[in-house]
């Protein structure tokens, strides 16, 4: 049996949207999340910081996001938080979320649905590897909940990425 969104769940994974939309205006890929606490305060937010050429590609929004809470909160407060993501984390990404001892995350945008959306984009070559495969792989739990809210969390990425990379 899969685990419902929550109100709370909608609307902070709206916010990490809406994130994701201020990181295209700021000129950076169209990606953000946010970790929450048991209670839905938001601990943490994040958006990409992986653009060329003064970005660093391991800087996705997902990663710093845990980073940012895991350097605030100690590793069973992080048990008890929650990743909101624009986007499905990537493998990279999910291995974060793993070291950093969250157990829960929810996403909007798919990793199959933002493939058909770069498509061969050189700044985003994203695996087909599903975060749960990732999570399934290590000693804790992690719950997953997503995609969803897919149209929503389309909406930033409209655009961006069919023009080529950008000049510079």
Request: charged residues 20%.
């Given at each position: ?65 845990v980073a940012g809470a895991a ?21 990279m990404c999910a291995g974060a ?10 996403y909007a945008l798919s990793e ?57």
């Amino acid at each position: 049996m899969h685990e419902a969104p929550t109100p709370t769940d909608l609307d902070l994974l709206r916010r990490a949207i809406a994130l994701s939309a201020d990181a295209r205006a700021q000129g950076r890929h169209p990606f953000a999340a946010l970790v929450a606490d048991a209670q839905g305060r938001v601990v943490s937010t994040a958006i990409n910081n992986s653009m060329p050429p003064e970005g660093d590609p391991t800087q996705h929004a997902e990663l710093r996001a845990v980073a940012g809470a895991a350097r605030i909160l100690p590793p069973d407060a992080m048990a008890d938080c929650t990743l909101y993501t624009s986007a499905e984390p990537c493998c990279m990404c999910a291995g974060a979320v793993y070291w950093t001892n969250i157990r829960r995350v929810v996403y909007a945008l798919s990793e199959h649905r933002l493939l058909a959306l770069t498509g061969a984009h050189p700044e985003n070559p994203t695996f087909a590897l599903p975060c749960r495969e990732v999570f399934a792989r290590g000693q804790h739990p992690v719950a997953v909940l997503g995609p969803m809210l897919e149209d929503e969390a389309a909406g930033p990425h409209a655009g961006f990425w069919c023009d080529g990379p950008p000049a510079g």
